[in-house]
């Protein structure tokens, strides 16, 4: 057997020295989501205090806001449950209040970013956490690029946002005073804001704002009984009909 005698200047190649790992995208999605619900954070503070207290003052254990808040995660929803709980409510009544008020999620499923979102984990809960903050950030033109670990840590923040609030609400909801006024128009002050920054955002596509208003008027008009689920029908339906009307206008991309 003949060995090959070694060669006179071989080095041995160099180990590669470790280089520092970039940080994981669902950290710095987390950190970029920390930006991009510092507003609506401010807005969940008041609507949760008022909540936790309200829990407390219907003669709940205060533990329920957190576990609503946390399970439930349905705001105005949860708002009607604490009366609802109080007043022995049926379970049917329950779930057919819980369908009505929150059937509007079914047409924020439509358009809502869900598919930039890896794994199935993931998908789930952003599906449970999908709410009508979550959905006003992410349907503007600037969220369009956004990946997927910045759409959920969107979620995951404005859900510990209102896990918190209800909490401390709960906790604190006896050192709030009776007469303190506000707190109940923060619901729709926030609502306000997310929709300014909507119309802002439609760079000229003025007819939307319109059609959503023509929409609840048509609702008031015509079914006053189920003006939420009528509205949102009446509206998606006009959005169907002129996105079908525009597309087919001569000379357009």
Do not use: C
């Given at each position: 057997?003949?060995?090959?005698?070694?060669?006179?200047?071989?080095?041995?190649a160099?180990?590669?020295?470790?280089?520092?790992?970039?940080p994981?995208?669902?950290?710095?999605g987390?950190?970029?989501?920390?930006?991009?619900?510092?507003?609506?954070?401010?807005?969940?503070?008041?609507?949760?205090?008022?909540?936790?207290?309200?829990?407390?003052?219907?003669?709940?254990?205060?533990?329920?806001?957190?576990?609503?808040?946390?399970?439930?995660y349905?705001?105005?929803?949860?708002?009607?449950?604490?009366?609802?709980?109080?007043?022995?409510?049926?379970?049917?009544?329950?779930?057919?209040?819980?369908?009505?008020?929150?059937?509007?999620?079914?047409?924020?499923?439509?358009?809502?970013?869900?598919h930039?979102?890896?794994?199935?984990?993931?998908?789930?809960?952003?599906?449970?956490?999908?709410?009508?903050?979550?959905?006003?950030?992410?349907?503007?033109?600037?969220?369009?690029?956004?990946?997927?670990?910045?759409?959920?840590?969107?979620?995951?923040?404005?859900?510990?946002?209102?896990?918190?609030?209800?909490?401390?609400?709960?906790?604190?909801?006896?050192?709030?005073?009776?007469?303190?006024?506000?707190?109940?128009?923060a619901?729709?002050?926030?609502?306000?804001?997310?929709a300014?920054?909507?119309?802002?955002?439609?760079?000229?596509?003025?007819?939307?704002?319109?059609?959503?208003?023509?929409?609840?008027l048509?609702?008031?008009?015509?079914?006053?009984?189920?003006?939420?689920?009528?509205?949102?029908a009446?509206?998606?339906?006009?959005?169907?009909?002129?996105?079908?009307?525009?597309?087919?206008?001569?000379?357009?991309?």
């Amino acid at each position: 057997m003949r060995i090959a005698p070694p060669v006179v200047g071989d080095t041995p190649a160099p180990t590669p020295v470790p280089t520092s790992a970039p940080p994981s995208r669902p950290l710095s999605g987390l950190r970029v989501a920390l930006g991009d619900t510092a507003s609506v954070g401010l807005a969940f503070v008041p609507i949760g205090l008022a909540f936790g207290a309200l829990v407390t003052q219907s003669g709940i254990d205060w533990w329920w806001a957190s576990l609503s808040a946390a399970l439930i995660y349905a705001g105005s929803f949860e708002f009607l449950l604490i009366g609802m709980v109080a007043a022995a409510v049926p379970l049917a009544s329950i779930a057919a209040t819980a369908f009505m008020v929150n059937v509007r999620h079914v047409f924020y499923a439509l358009s809502y970013p869900l598919h930039r979102v890896q794994g199935r984990l993931g998908k789930a809960y952003g599906t449970f956490a999908l709410s009508d903050e979550a959905y006003a950030l992410t349907s503007g033109e600037k969220a369009r690029s956004w990946p997927g670990p910045r759409i959920i840590g969107l979620q995951l923040l404005l859900h510990l946002y209102w896990v918190g609030g209800a909490t401390a609400g709960a906790l604190l909801g006896s050192l709030i005073p009776e007469g303190v006024t506000g707190l109940d128009f923060a619901l729709t002050a926030l609502f306000t804001v997310l929709a300014v920054d909507a119309v802002r955002d439609l760079r000229g596509d003025l007819p939307t704002p319109l059609l959503a208003l023509l929409s609840a008027l048509f609702a008031r008009l015509l079914f006053p009984g189920e003006l939420l689920l009528a509205a949102f029908a009446l509206f998606t339906l006009g959005l169907l009909v002129r996105h079908l009307a525009t597309g087919r206008r001569p000379g357009r991309a």
